[in-house]
């Protein structure tokens, strides 16, 4: 089903979301025989509960790729490969990050 513009309008006000987000982006398909289907012969699931967790799978991946584009990530702040005792790791992560040397 489709909103009608009014109701578009209405939510984007709520939301804050402009009313382009909720025409305008491309949904990401999922296939039906995915993964809903993965255990279906021992699932007891209805046929109307499958399609409903297969719609809702869809609105995360759309909503997860329109957020990938919309924003950027932050940069990864962390030392990798560690050998320190686990105290020591932990001031150089709190430092990283510019935290107190002391804080919990």
């Keep these: 089903m489709e909103p009608s513009d009014d109701l578009v309008q209405r939510i984007s006000g709520v939301t804050g979301f402009p ?4 025409r305008e982006f491309d949904q990401v398909l999922i296939p039906e025989g995915s993964f809903v289907k993965f255990r ?3 699932s007891k699931l209805s046929a109307r509960d499958r399609s409903y967790v ?10 997860y790729e329109h957020m990938a584009q919309e924003f950027k990530r932050f940069p990864d702040l962390l030392p990798s490969g560690l050998e320190e005792d ?3 790791a932990a001031l150089t992560i709190r430092k990283a990050l510019g935290a107190s040397p002391n804080s919990a």
């Design 19 to 22: 009313r382009k987000y909720f």
């Design 40 to 42: 279906s012969r021992r």
């Design 54 to 63: 297969l719609q809702m799978a869809q609105v995360g991946v759309t909503l």
């Design 86 to 88: 686990p105290e020591e």
